[in-house]
T-cell receptor, first 114, second 109 residues
């Protein structure tokens, strides 16, 4: 089956800890994205990567870091510098084509800070 | 700065009703607009994509319209069913996706 997987589904973090969220895709997409969703709000872009070994900050990158060593994988690290990390995190991938970018979303990871 | 707004935040209707969800955006310089569905605790599923040059798109009981000049889009759901209960998000594509806050729909049997 082709698609995007995220793990774990639920993640608990103590204050001061770094945690890494996994995102893998087998759709052969060039671009990958990380979004954050808070209750009653839309998605906000954290980081995105258009090609391997390259990534750009989105609108709310502070306290987060990413890597893109393989086309299939785009892990997100939530660092201790992120002051309010409790949220639902969604990963997406796509192959942008001119003025169209159909993004496919993973099932999400819910992060809770204890 | 592009802002996307969806009103109402929540909507409850009896089964069988036709309904309209609204989406507005502040800058008409968009490539396209998409409507997504999100079930509780899940990812997003794309429902309809309207290019900036188009006026509407249809898929089954769903019809989405786009009026770029006025910065508005609507998602029309015909003959609503309990299985339509979900959060519906609109997003404009400007080189990146910018999302509204979503409308949570409950269709009561």
């Amino acid at each position: 089956d082709g698609g995007i997987t995220q793990s774990p589904k639920y993640l608990f973090r103590k204050e001061g800890q770094n945690v890494t969220l996994s995102c893998e895709q087998n759709l052969n997409h060039d671009a990958m994205y990380w979004y954050r969703q808070d209750p009653g709000q839309g998605l906000r872009l954290i980081y995105y990567s258009q090609i391997v070994n390259d990534f750009q900050k989105g609108d709310i990158a502070e306290g987060y870091s990413v890597s893109r060593e393989k086309k299939e994988s785009f892990p997100l690290t939530v660092t201790s510098a992120q002051k309010n990390p409790t949220a639902f995190y969604l990963c997406a991938s796509s192959t942008p084509n001119g003025d169209t970018d159909t993004q496919y979303f993973g099932p999400g990871t819910r992060l809770t800070v204890l | 700065k592009q802002e996307v707004t969806q009103i109402p935040a929540a909507l409850s209707v009896p089964e069988g009703e036709n309904l309209v969800l609204n989406c507005s955006f502040t800058d008409s310089a968009i490539y396209n607009l998409q409507w997504f569905r999100q079930d509780p605790g899940k990812g997003l599923t794309s429902l309809l994509l309207i290019q900036s040059s188009q006026r509407e798109q249809t898929s089954g009981r769903l019809n989405a319209s786009l009026d770029k000049s006025s910065g508005r889009s609507t998602l029309y759901i015909a003959a609503s069913q309990p299985g339509d209960s979900a959060t519906y998000l609109c997003a404009v594509y400007t080189g990146k996706l910018i999302f509204g806050q979503g409308t949570t729909l409950q269709v009561k049997p």
